[in-house]
């Protein structure tokens, strides 16, 4: 049983249940492609690039173009979540929690699964034929942010780079995303000169008036890690793998919907019981099995932002 439930109690001055500050659920579910999945690990398909070619002739032979395909590899993990009520705790309250604690348990699998989608967009991607394969997010498809001399926070500079790394790959402008920390959308403010045409849409951006800004829309996360292992980068020109040493930044991610897919095994389910082992106590739970991987390399950008 949570020991926390007599904080609740009758002789506390609000009698009703209160959530503390936390993100409510997921932010990113919307911005993955979302796939049922029925086994413990499954694949997905790719059909890559193929190019026409011109005719010979007339009454030519028929060419033998060979369409490549790919496959990658996404294996579910179980999440569950679980606490009990008293029947003596229903008493000295003067609510029931059992539907505060459903709430809790629903926002908590949300958060897990936003950790699962940061950590595939980053992280190693499985494919061949057996998911052997493992593919790393490579260094051409990270930029650390920059204003020409030195690493600093996320600026326009930085957006405009990236904002071309997916226009040279072909990445249609429509359903980008860029999940960023408070910081980075409190930096393009203080960057932003005032006599700038931008200064208006980061300000509404900062202000929640609009959520997009240069074809990203913005997700405001604090679930984003930093940087661990010591990597080379540009002051510069952003580019990662030589270069000055760049440690501790925060790791944002630009990428669009069809560059990273969410499956989904068993989504959130929860259940309300009695337990005749703890006393006929009430147990709440909740689970959920999840699993996600990055389909496309060139649509999904890291960026390196210095706080």
């Known amino acids: 049983m949570s020991q926390q439930i007599t904080e609740s109690f009758v002789k506390q001055y609000n009698a009703n249940v209160m959530h503390l500050a936390q993100q409510k659920g997921s932010k ?14 499954q694949f997905y398909d790719r059909v890559g690039k193929v ?17 490549p395909h790919s496959r990658r590899m996404v294996t579910l993990s179980d999440y569950e979540w679980a606490d009990l009520i008293d029947d003596q705790d229903k008493i000295r309250t003067l609510n029931d929690p059992s539907n505060d604690y459903v709430m809790a348990a629903m926002w908590a699998l949300g958060r897990s699964l936003d950790d699962v989608i940061i950590s595939a967009l980053g992280g190693t991607a499985y494919s061949g034929e057996d998911g052997t394969t493992s593919v790393a997010h490579p260094n051409g498809q990270k930029y650390a942010a920059n204003n020409g001399s030195a690493f600093v926070n996320l600026n326009l500079k930085t957006l405009r780079a990236v904002n071309q790394l ?8 429509d359903e980008r995303f860029l999940v960023c920390a408070p910081s980075q959308i409190n ?22 008036d609009v959520d997009s800004f240069m074809s990203f829309k913005f997700i405001k996360s604090t679930r984003l890690s930093t940087q661990v292992a010591a990597l080379s980068a540009s002051t510069s020109t952003g580019a990662v793998g030589s270069g000055s040493s760049i440690v501790g930044a925060r790791k944002c991610y630009a990428y669009t919907k069809a560059g990273i897919l ?46």
């Open 166 to 173: 997916f226009d040279d790959n072909d990445i249609p402008s």
């Open 187 to 208: 930096s393009l403010l203080a960057t932003t000169e005032v006599t700038s045409s931008d200064y208006n849409s980061v300000k509404a951006l900062v202000q929640g």
């Open 51 to 67: 190019s026409a070619v011109l005719k010979s002739g007339r009454h030519s032979n028929t060419p033998q173009l060979d369409t």
């Open 28 to 41: 990113l579910r919307g911005t993955a492609r979302i796939e049922s999945q029925k086994s413990k690990a």
């Open 262 to 307: 969410a499956a989904i095994g068993q989504d959130m389910k929860s259940r309300i019981s009695e337990r005749d082992d703890k006393s006929y106590a009430t147990q709440v739970y909740a689970c959920m099995s999840i699993g996600a991987v990055r389909m496309e390399e060139e649509q999904v950008a890291e960026i390196l932002c210095t706080e």
